[in-house]
């Protein structure tokens, strides 16, 4: 049997629709039947027939006071499904899996809420000595590579505002000044990625990645942590580091970001 090419099998009119819908983007608001036909190079009658097809299913909206046309609430709730079924923890789990094999170290995924880090899901790999799962817990922000990772990208105000006064101690590597931690932050900016360098808990290390969605803003963050012994400065800097970044940037792809 020989194979058609997809090509093959569009329908024309289906294909025009489509058209139609796509001159709707960036800043352009509202458009009228003339200026849409010399744009698409269509009929203004085939236009207006796909403009009332459209505007029957609520894809399309006409404004009534300059009789021009918009797009209809049925494209949001379509936007809306669209994120929802790609939603980070449904597109995080394979990549969460590969993580933790690559490195052997347990690795998260997690979120901001108010000022403290909440780890969502993690993956732990098959090894037998392993950290103590950080599942459902609230972390400070200034103590964790993920709360870093996840406050890095603001602006200066913000952060700021976020943190001032002397920070809480929790070893002795904790950052104990705004000044401290903000030179950190640049360092992330920098490298792409976080660590915590048993700054939260001694024994402990961390190493984190901004997740991006589609409108480029860091929405989570792609963590991996592990014993001292184990994440050595050398490996951060050469597979720790190199991996979260790898697989920070391919979760936030998933979830629609584009460089």
Avoid: W
Wanted: some cysteine.
């Amino acid at each position: 049997m020989v194979r058609r090419d997809k090509s093959n099998y569009i329908i024309q009119s289906v294909s025009h629709a489509l058209d139609v819908l796509e001159e709707f983007h960036g800043d352009v608001d509202e458009l009228g039947v003339t200026e849409l036909s010399k744009k698409l190079k269509l009929h203004k009658n085939n236009v207006f027939r796909i403009l009332a097809t459209l505007q029957s299913r609520n894809y399309i909206e006409q404004n009534k006071a300059n009789e021009n046309y918009r797009l209809g609430i049925r494209c949001l709730e379509l936007g809306q499904t669209f994120i929802h079924q790609r939603g980070m923890l449904k597109q995080a789990n394979p990549v969460l899996q590969e993580l933790a094999e690559k490195t052997g170290e347990t690795s998260y995924v997690s979120i901001m809420r108010g000022n403290e880090v909440v780890y969502l899901d993690s993956v732990e790999p098959e090894t037998t000595v392993r950290v103590v799962s950080r599942l459902g817990l609230h972390m400070p922000t200034h103590a964790t590579a993920a709360g870093k990772v996840l406050v890095a990208f603001e602006s200066e105000e913000d952060l700021r505002k976020r943190f001032s006064g002397e920070l809480k101690s929790y070893t002795k590597n904790t950052f104990r000044t705004v000044e401290e931690l903000f030179r950190d932050l640049e360092a992330v900016r920098e490298k792409g990625y976080a660590t915590d360098l048993e700054e939260f808990e001694e024994g402990l290390r961390c190493v984190a990645s901004p997740i991006r969605d589609y409108t480029r803003k860091v929405i989570g963050a792609l963590s991996v942590s592990g014993p001292a012994h184990r994440l050595a400065d050398e490996k951060i800097q050469t597979i720790f580091g190199a991996e979260v970044v790898r697989l920070g940037k391919e979760l936030s792809i998933r979830l629609g970001f584009r460089e």
